[in-house]
């Protein structure tokens, strides 16, 4: 196993030397331009020298709040090369939060991408006691205050010999077992907590995703997913360590267009990703003709066939085989051109995936490797085999990853990548972490054949007034599976009935009911239109028509704002902040109670 990630990677920059490590796009031409191993490794040592010459090494807490870039990971090992530890901060992140982080870790320097960013750093100066200094990655920023610098300005700071001498002795002197990184964690709840990471969770994670995954040097991976969460970070840390090339992308709308120039052969994704991605195919296909849409729709029903197969672990039959050949070429290959047309895999997590996406694109060769993880377990805990696997599961547990189960199924992970513990909060550390096992929250179980199943959080989980538990998760993902519906919240605790609050795809309703001549509508007059309610009424219980009655929603309202991270309803990771939901269209719940 790697001694710590600083001596990795300047293990990787000697032995690759004058290779692609990164590309990035080009502003001017929107192509994508490379840095090379040595290029790379050069800046990750001029950034740990300035560091020490501020006094910012040596356990001191060191920030980071910008898009991806490669200035991003450049920081982040110059930080770990000086012994500091390094606090990602959302890009996305209110002002509230940076305060909150800021002061709790006690940060003195903060790097910064663009010039919104900095605007909420400068911010932090003025209401923080212990900022003091904010670098700037982006060029062509302006800047006007004197505690603030730009990243040139910053690189030749440690310029002088002595620190070339201390920076060494520092690399040297790196322990497998110091402290990384403290992440904070979402917080659909409450305050984040900061979860620390040391050096030896993130090279165990090398270590058994070798085991489980077939990347070489060779992969291209588009890095897509924020760097400040542990999925895109760890996994960024692991092209590192297999000398593959790592593409930033820094404004995520840009992610389908982008694609295909990268052209990845793997990228961490979001169910969410999958979803847009669906719902884009199946509106493009309905302007197909008949005789396209058959064509289509055929060549799908084999590749669940060979997705069958391929699960079970068992090869094609020649009749398969053939179909095969004649799928791919008309059908298969332009959804992968949609994806660059060179993707081997996707690793997927961070929510619950519609299986219906999850099948559609197996079917159509496109291998999503679904998994379940958390930031206190360094990401991954299990994720699909690639001879074998269940896609009504989260996989097969990782080498060396404990999984088991208390007498409420709560699901406990034990092994080398579970955290250190949460970041100056030893009550929320003791309530978590019980004789070496991580109490991660979520409701699961094993399958027959030995897979993870994570069935809700264990919070989300209500009881009606009548008694009957209600995984709300459960509920959701059946609504979610209607193209009409693009967000969902199912609420009901202590009721009783359960009632939604729904975000409909006004796109697509307007689409369908300008045939009716329901026109010239605004989005909130449309939606309270009695036809679209009645619409959505019977859509909504043709979604629910196998539950049993206390499993279905009984009423529901239309929205017109969907829920997003600068409203505050979804976190950084786009997840559903349930309670703020609730407290926030308390009157409209109320009103369904009523």
Not at 117 to 136: F, G, Q, R
Not at 285 to 313: A, D, H, L
Not at 436 to 441: A, C, F, I, V
Not at 542 to 565: G, H, N, R, T, W
Request: proline share 3%; with cysteine; charged share 25%.
């Amino acid at each position: 196993m790697e001694a710590n990630i600083v001596k990795m990677v300047q293990d990787r920059a000697v032995k690759y030397k004058n290779r692609e490590v990164f590309r990035f796009k080009n502003k001017q031409n929107k192509n994508y331009d490379s840095i090379t191993w040595d290029e790379f490794w050069l800046n990750v040592k001029a950034t740990g020298r300035s560091l020490l010459s501020m006094g910012c090494g040596n356990g001191a807490m060191v920030g980071i709040m910008s898009d991806n870039m490669p200035c991003w990971t450049i920081a982040d090992l110059g930080i770990l090369s000086a012994r500091g530890v390094v606090v990602p901060l959302y890009a996305t992140s209110s002002k509230g939060q940076i305060k909150y982080i800021v002061d709790q870790t006690g940060m003195k320097l903060l790097f910064v991408g663009s010039q919104k960013h900095l605007e909420n750093a400068i911010w932090a100066l003025d209401n923080t006691e212990s900022l003091k200094k904010v670098v700037v990655f982006e060029k062509g920023v302006k800047i006007e205050d004197g505690r603030c610098m730009t990243w040139a300005d910053f690189l030749v700071l440690g310029s002088k010999p002595e620190y070339d001498v201390e920076l060494k002795q520092s690399i040297d002197t790196i322990k497998s077992d110091d402290l990384a990184t403290i992440l904070y964690t979402s917080g659909t709840t409450g305050e984040p907590k900061g979860v620390m990471l040391g050096h030896d969770n993130f090279t165990q994670c090398f270590s058994i995703h070798d085991r489980r995954l077939q990347v070489d040097e060779s992969d291209i991976s588009f890095c897509f997913l924020p760097l400040s969460h542990v999925f895109e970070r760890s996994w960024t840390y692991y092209m590192l360590y297999k000398g593959a090339v790592n593409a930033f992308l820094e404004n995520t709308k840009e992610v389908i267009d982008d694609i295909r120039l990268v052209k990845p052969t793997v990228m961490c994704t979001v169910p969410r990703f999958f979803e847009k991605t669906y719902e884009g195919i199946q509106h493009e296909m309905q302007k197909w003709p008949v005789f396209k849409r058959k064509i289509f729709n055929w060549s799908i029903c084999v590749g669940y066939r060979i997705s069958e197969y391929r699960g079970n672990g068992q090869p094609l039959p020649i009749g398969i085989k053939i179909r095969k050949v004649v799928a791919n070429a008309l059908v298969f290959t332009k959804i992968k051109k949609i994806f660059g047309g060179h993707i081997r895999f996707f690793p997927c997590a961070g929510a619950a995936i519609i299986n219906q996406h999850l099948r559609f694109f197996h079917a159509a060769e496109v291998f999503i490797n679904y998994g379940y993880g958390a930031t206190e377990t360094t990401a991954t805990v299990s994720c699909y085999r690639t001879d074998k696997y269940n896609l009504n599961t989260c996989g097969t547990t990782m080498p060396e990853v404990g999984v088991s189960f208390t007498d409420e199924d709560e699901i406990l992970v034990k092994g080398k990548t579970v955290f250190k513990g949460y970041y100056k909060n030893p009550q929320a550390t003791e309530n978590a972490l019980v004789d070496g096992w991580y109490k991660s929250g979520d409701k699961g179980y094993l399958s027959p054949g030995g897979d993870l199943i994570m069935t809700d959080r264990i919070n989300d989980i209500f009881k009606t007034s009548v008694g009957k538990f209600i995984s709300p998760q459960k509920v959701e993902m059946a609504l979610l599976a209607d193209p009409f519906i693009d967000q969902v919240v199912v609420l009901g605790d202590n009721r009783k009935y359960i009632c939604a609050l729904i975000v409909p795809s006004i796109e697509k309703l307007r689409t369908v009911w300008k045939i009716e001549g329901i026109d010239e509508y605004s989005s909130s007059d449309l939606l309270n239109h009695n036809q679209i309610v009645s619409f959505m009424e019977q859509r909504i219980e043709q979604c629910q028509k196998d539950f049993p009655p206390y499993e279905k929603v009984v009423k529901f309202k239309l929205l017109a704002e969907p829920f997003s991270i600068q409203n505050g309803e979804l976190t950084h990771t786009l997840k559903i902040r349930r309670r703020l939901i609730e407290e926030r269209y308390r009157d409209m719940v109320e009103e369904m109670y009523a």
